[in-house]
Every structure is written in C-alpha cells, then in structure tokens.
C-alpha cells in the first residue's frame, strides 16, 4: 500500500503562487473524486482545507485550490503569506474502504 | 462545537499494548465515521483505519491487519484504539479524525497522542 507521491518541499515568495501535487494511481486518485488536502503546522492537527479535489470548507481562504488530472491532484496556494508555511498533506479514498496519504509536502515562504 | 478529545501520552516497552482514546462532543456522535491516523516523528501521515456507527464495523490498513483493533462506547461517546505487539517504529502520534458518513474526507481532528514504543 504505497503511499501518493507529494514534493519533498515547495518554496515561494510572498504573493506569489505555488502548486503541490499528489501523485496516485487509478485505484486511488485517478478513480474516484475523493481528494482533499490538510494543512500541518508544527505541533498542531491537521486541518482540512480542500475537499473532494476542488472544494473549500468554509471558513477556508479562497486563496487555497485544488484539481485533478487523471492520477495527479493539484494544491494551489495563490498570494503567498508567511501563514501558508506549513506542511501540506493530501489523502484519496481508494478501493476496499481505504484511504491513502500523500508523503507530505514542506510549504517555505521565502 | 465539534470538538475530539483524546488522552494523554503513553510510554510502553516493546512487545506491550497500548490503548488510546477519542472522546467526542459537539455532535451526533452515533452518526458519524471516525479514523485513526498516525504520524511518526518526522514522517507524514498515515491512515490506520475507521469504525462505522454501528460500532462493530470496521475497516483496517492491511499494514496493521492483526495488530489493530477499534472499538466505540456510545454512551461515553468514546473511541478506542488499541494496537498490540508494539515496535520502536510504532512510535508515533496518533490522532482521531471525524468523517460525515460517506463524504471521505476528515473535517475534524483531535489534537494527538504521542505513544513513545521504547525499553
């Protein structure tokens, strides 16, 4: 059960844009559209920032999105703040009432 | 509001077990889906398993298949993990996560619990 495929880490400048993707299989990401990503800061719970690929719970920053593309997800963070640093993880529902992970992904504001 | 409460770190020598819980308040407790996801010290997380509302249904990570058991006391509105035959690499911290049932993704959490697997 190997895990979806993330960055190491991503880095960026204030105000700019980035993307994290989330590499799986057709057993997991490219099969069902039940991606969400979670924001990590160090020491805390994860919190759920996007929701079946492109969704935003609310209370989320529009400045967050997500997408897909076959077995690839995507998380892009618009107008970078020194707030996105954090450790971002995605999660896909995958076949036999499972879900995988994501290996995480270092966000370094510059 | 949605609140998971889990208790406190646990310290156990390899071979042991360890039984941790989620205590949960805020909503409809019976109805929902509740995950055990672990992180190990530096490492990403890692999806253990769910037990539905029923209380005796389960789903288990094959990696923990034998060693893993989940449990729920709807009157103490309570889950419990137990994992057996702890290892060193068992060290981690383990949260609680709250899925609306069949939505498949996690909208709360609890805050952790370090389990320390050392002699």
């Known amino acids: 059960q190997s895990a979806l495929t993330q960055p190491a880490s991503v880095s960026g400048s204030p105000g700019q844009s980035i993307t994290i993707s989330c590499t799986g299989t057709t057993s997991d990401v490219g099969g069902y559209n039940s991606v969400s990503w979670y924001q990590q800061h160090p020491d805390k719970a994860p919190k759920l920032i996007i929701y079946?690929?492109?969704n935003r719970p609310s209370g989320v920053s529009s400045r967050f999105s997500g997408s897909k593309s076959g077995n690839t997800a995507s998380l892009t963070i618009s107008g970078l703040q020194a707030e996105d640093e954090a450790d971002y993880s995605c999660t896909s529902y995958r076949t036999s009432r499972t879900y995988v992970f994501g290996t995480g992904t270092k966000v370094i504001v510059l | 509001q949605v609140q998971l409460v889990q208790s406190g770190a646990e310290l156990k020598e390899p071979g042991a077990s360890v039984k941790v819980s989620c205590k949960a308040s805020g909503y409809s407790f019976m109805n929902y889906y509740t995950h055990w996801v672990r992180q190990a010290p530096g490492q990403g997380l890692e999806w253990m398993g769910v037990i539905y509302p029923s209380g005796t249904e389960t789903s288990y990570a094959q990696k923990f298949q034998g060693r893993v058991t989940m449990t729920r006391d709807t009157s103490a509105t309570t889950v419990y993990l137990e994992l057996s035959s702890l290892r060193s690499d068992d060290t981690a911290v383990y949260f609680c996560?709250?899925?609306?049932?069949?939505?498949?993704?996690?909208?709360?959490w609890g805050q952790g619990i370090l389990v320390t697997v050392s002699s």
């Open positions: 996560a709250r899925e609306v049932p069949d939505s498949k993704y996690f909208d709360s």
């Open positions: 079946d690929v492109s």
